[in-house]
């Protein structure tokens, strides 16, 4: 079997065992070394309960690539004829489920004609802004539908001319912006707030879907420079700007409940209960809430308990048990005494990586704007378009039926 058929902490583990010498104890335990250092760890692999004393296997109380090195080294079958030497390997297969492959063709053929028809009412919810004065303004509805199909096709807002006609001759606007107008109206600060609205409306459909939700932070990477000293060095470098997208997700379909963009050196913390809060007001029940290390606080523990949802966050090495608060001290006992059953709730937060890696890779980890606040609303545009790309795989495999969806049609 191929490493590229292997999970990432599997292959490593593969490296160890055929790159590395493990040390096998008296006591049945293995003394395997570190890939990063000089370190080693002590590794008991028994079935039932393997142990490995690396931060890896501390954190998340199943088997680290230091007990399955061990293992890969114990299921060797060696067999010499007095000349040869052959070694068999056999390594731990990744659990695969199943794809409902007719429902997800279905949805990925109809995807396009779904997400303008729904893309349109959404933007059919909008009151256009009141005009007394000055020549008359194209409708934004219109711009809009515009600026966000235009991040659903990758193009730029030149070739993404003909496409708009295309939406004209459908009845989708009253009239088709040019490229001009496309790159005036991403710039205006004033679009923000609609994009917010527009993404927590798209995620209405899902309401009885999804009751356990994950919040984390990703980078967006900009077409713009920073530069700075390498003292170091002695010399100038330039890099990648950033721009910061956080977001709180479902975990069964990944729709997106609530955003926020802001700059690459913002903590996400502070955003923590802005989010919950968008999620509530969009009509969704909250059970849990899973989040990493870098959300825990008092703060976001009490926001989460106020949405009545429980909060599935570990606590950092250094915390005391003791912080004045009893919701404090009855998490950190959770976590340190029934860690197992903590986690099994904690692993879902690895679903809004997921999230992050659809959006990113279906529409774009860099942003193609100049400016920040045209850069804020590309980002808001990416989030839209992946909410209602989810609705529509969600209606071939979950037999939902968006409530704007009989109007669109």
């Known amino acids: 079997?191929?490493?590229?058929?292997?999970?990432?902490?599997?292959?490593?583990?593969?490296?160890?065992?055929?790159?590395?010498?493990?040390?096998?104890?008296?006591?049945?335990?293995?003394?395997?070394?570190?890939?990063?250092?000089?370190?080693?760890?002590?590794?008991?692999?028994?079935?039932?309960?393997?142990?490995?004393?690396?931060?890896?296997?501390?954190?998340?109380?199943?088997?680290?690539?230091?007990v399955l090195a061990v293992e890969i080294v114990l299921k060797r079958e060696i067999v010499t004829d007095g000349r040869t030497q052959t070694v068999t390997e056999t390594v731990t297969v990744k659990q695969k489920y199943a794809q409902d492959w007719q429902s997800y063709n279905a949805a990925q053929q109809t995807e396009k004609s779904h997400f303008l028809a729904l893309l349109y009412q959404l933007c059919e919810k909008i009151e256009e802004p009141i005009q007394v004065m000055g020549r008359p303004r194209l409708s934004l509805k219109d711009m809009i539908f515009a600026v966000t199909y235009r991040t659903y096709s990758m193009m730029s807002a030149r070739r993404f001319a003909s496409d708009m006609r295309d939406a004209l001759a459908k009845g989708y606007v009253k009239k088709a912006p040019s490229f001009n107008s496309v790159f005036t109206y991403s710039q205006m600060e004033s679009l923000t707030p609609y994009l917010k609205q527009l993404i927590a409306e798209s995620a209405k459909p899902l309401q009885s879907i999804e009751t356990d939700f994950a919040v984390d932070a990703s980078g967006l990477s900009t077409s713009t420079y920073v530069r700075w000293f390498d003292v170091k060095y002695g010399k100038n470098e330039s890099w990648h700007d950033w721009l910061k997208l956080h977001l709180v997700c479902g975990v069964k379909t990944h729709i997106v409940t609530g955003v926020e963009i802001t700059r690459a050196t913002k903590h996400e913390s502070p955003f923590y209960r802005g989010l919950?809060?968008?999620?509530?007001?969009?009509?969704?029940?909250?059970?849990?809430?899973?989040?990493?290390k870098g959300y825990i606080s008092q703060k976001n523990l009490q926001a989460t308990v106020d949405m009545g949802a429980v909060p599935f966050i570990p606590f950092r090495v250094n915390v005391q048990p003791d912080r004045g608060t009893d919701l404090w001290s009855k998490m950190f006992f959770y976590y340190n005494f029934k860690r197992d059953e903590f986690l099994a709730h904690y692993h879902k937060r690895s679903n809004v990586e997921t999230t992050f890696s659809m959006i990113k890779a279906k529409f774009g980890e860099r942003l193609r704007s100049k400016t920040e606040t045209a850069q804020v609303n590309e980002a808001l545009c990416k989030v839209l378009c992946h909410n209602l790309c989810v609705v529509i795989q969600s209606m071939y495999e979950l037999n939902i039926t968006p409530e704007f969806m009989s109007e669109a049609a």
């Open 1 to 66: 079997m191929s490493t590229q058929q292997l999970s990432e902490r599997e292959s490593k583990a593969l490296a160890i065992a055929t790159h590395t010498q493990l040390v096998r104890n008296p006591n049945n335990t293995w003394i395997v070394p570190s890939q990063s250092g000089p370190k080693s760890y002590t590794v008991n692999p028994d079935p039932e309960s393997p142990y490995c004393d690396c931060p890896d296997f501390e954190h998340r109380r199943a088997r680290c690539k230091h």
């Open 276 to 292: 919950l809060e968008q999620t509530a007001k969009a009509g969704f029940t909250m059970r849990e809430v899973s989040a990493d």
